[in-house]
């Protein structure tokens, strides 16, 4: 096997006669099918949720015929100013894989795992890592462990159970079997019921790990009634504002939004932060503006000198379904004085 014969990282693992599933770890956490996952890596088709001027993958791998072992690479591709992965970067990265690999991932799949050092690769913070094994356990049907049972256990009497105990892994792998599981509803009730009761450093892990996970019609109204619509905004749990992330717009999270976008504590960095990389779909014009203005009143009242500002903006233009209304809005004459003010300096900055 050589650079010459192989044109994607694709084509890499299946010749290589590994079996394979990819996960998108941009702004969300979801599996791609195969046949999307080459046509995004092949420029043929926009990266769907990047950041940071990247497409994140986590790729598991495995050769059902010499290993029961799972494998893993993380990797992130630049993508151009229209959303295209850059097909020059995954090339070199292919190239490394190709020359320091050859065909030995099929015979030796674990000395794949430890690739040798490359600007594409990449180790997610703890969080996401456990969010990602937590994804893989439940996509390829994988038991639930006893530690998530202990968690489990801890949901329904948690002056049962030590929660010093239990792992970041463990909550996450207990938050992602909760929509499938058979007795989701009563765990939902005991959540709600014993919420009080619980440890602040597990109610804050077990939200974190709810953000990728479809929340039930119930949970969804209890966490935005208790952390956010009972509020006076002199704080805001970014845990709670990460779990009520959703893949679809949703009319009573974006009216909270929009109240927490009106006040100043949403110009705080770490609150836009979230909204950003979490809340996009709730992203029509008006939630736009409010979202953009409140990031130039922060680069503002910082200091940063555009450079916040700037990294929202190329942010949030490279995702698809945002392009077309902030470049809309970049051109409005109705727009807010402080959000004209940030993009004249942002354009100034880059000389266009």
């Known amino acids: 096997m050589s650079a010459d014969t192989i044109n994607s990282i694709s084509e890499f693992l299946l010749h290589a006669g590994t079996e394979y599933k990819v996960f998108d770890i941009g702004r969300r956490l979801t599996i791609i099918d195969n046949q999307s996952f080459l046509d995004i890596e092949s420029g043929n088709a926009y990266a769907p949720l990047p950041r940071q001027q990247h497409a994140w993958f986590g790729i598991v791998f495995w050769n059902k015929q010499s290993s029961t072992e799972h494998y893993i690479w993380f990797v992130k591709l630049p993508i151009d100013e229209q959303g295209l992965v850059v097909t020059a970067a995954r090339n070199h990265f292919l190239d490394i894989i190709v020359d320091a690999l050859g065909q030995s991932i099929i015979e030796d799949t674990e000395k794949a795992q430890t690739l040798p050092d490359n600007p594409y690769s990449f180790v997610p913070n703890q969080a996401l890592l456990a969010q990602f094994n937590a994804l893989v356990k439940h996509t390829l049907s994988q038991p639930l462990s006893d530690e998530a049972k202990q968690v489990e256990a801890y949901i329904q009497a948690p ?45 804050n892990t077990f939200m974190e790990m709810l953000e990728y996970v479809p929340l039930s019609k119930p949970v969804e109204t209890f966490v935005l009634q208790r952390f956010f619509q ?77 450079a916040l500002f700037s990294g929202f903006f190329s942010d949030l233009v490279q995702v698809p379904k945002l392009r077309r209304q902030v470049l809309t809005l970049l051109r409005s004459p109705d727009r807010p004085a402080v959000l004209a003010k940030a993009f004249n300096q942002l354009f100034a900055q880059t000389g266009k």
């Not at 105990?165 to 599981?181: C, E, G, K």
């Not at 990460?242 to 609150?271: G, M």
Request: glycine residues 2%; hydrophobic residues 45%.
């Open 159 to 203: 002056q049962l159970v030590d929660w010093q105990q239990l792992s970041m892994q463990s909550v996450a792998d207990f938050a992602f079997s909760l929509p499938t599981h058979s007795h989701q509803y009563r765990l939902e009730e005991a959540f709600v019921n014993n919420v009080s009761l619980y440890s602040d450093v597990f109610l």
């Open 230 to 306: 009972k509020a006076h905004f002199d704080d805001i749990n970014l845990a709670a504002l990460r779990a009520l992330s959703c893949n679809e717009f949703n009319k009573q999270l974006h009216c909270e939004l929009k109240s927490i976008l009106s006040k100043d504590i949403s110009t705080r960095l770490d609150v836009l932060s979230v909204i950003a990389a979490r809340h996009y779909e709730q992203m029509d014009n008006e939630l736009l503006t409010l979202f953009l203005t409140q990031a130039a009143k922060a680069d503002e009242s910082e200091g940063h000198a555009g």
